[in-house]
């Protein structure tokens, strides 16, 4: 059995050289942040239960930002933290995974 129920890894690559990447504009980093502070209020982050973690590049940066929820390998983009707390709420607080932001 695994030590978390579900990962949330959210893509926090950035490029210098103007490339597109997850983070460029810093709302990755923003939308990181916000998301482990919900699950933590929700009281389903730790042990046993999730985890939401920073990332490097995904390889999928024409569809970024983007984030990936383990073991379940659902893949999603978002516009901004409302979806991404929406994400927590569904998918790792009650397993059903957002279909509009799905990749």
Same mark, same amino acid.
């Given at each position: 059995?695994?030590? &978390? %129920?579900?990962?949330?890894?959210? @893509? ?7 490339? %597109? ?8 980093? $923003?939308?990181?942040? %916000?998301?482990? #502070?919900?699950? #933590?209020?929700?009281? /389903?982050?730790?042990?046993? %239960? ?6 490097? @590049?995904?390889?999928? @940066?024409? $569809?970024?930002? +983007?984030? +990936?929820? &383990?073991? !379940?390998?659902?893949? &999603?983009? &978002?516009?901004?933290?409302? !979806?991404?707390?929406? /994400? +927590? ?8 995974? +957002?279909?509009?932001?799905? /990749?």
């Amino acid at each position: 059995m695994s030590f &978390y %129920q579900r990962h949330l890894f959210l @893509c926090l690559n950035q490029r210098e050289n103007g490339e %597109q990447a997850c983070n460029n504009g810093g709302l990755a980093e $923003e939308v990181f942040h %916000q998301a482990k #502070k919900h699950a #933590k209020k929700l009281g /389903i982050h730790g042990d046993g %239960q999730v985890r939401v973690n920073r990332a490097g @590049c995904l390889g999928r @940066c024409s $569809e970024g930002p +983007v984030a +990936v929820v &383990y073991p !379940d390998a659902v893949w &999603y983009t &978002y516009v901004d933290a409302e !979806d991404v707390k929406e /994400i +927590v709420e569904s998918h790792l607080r009650d397993g059903k995974p +957002v279909e509009r932001l799905r /990749i």
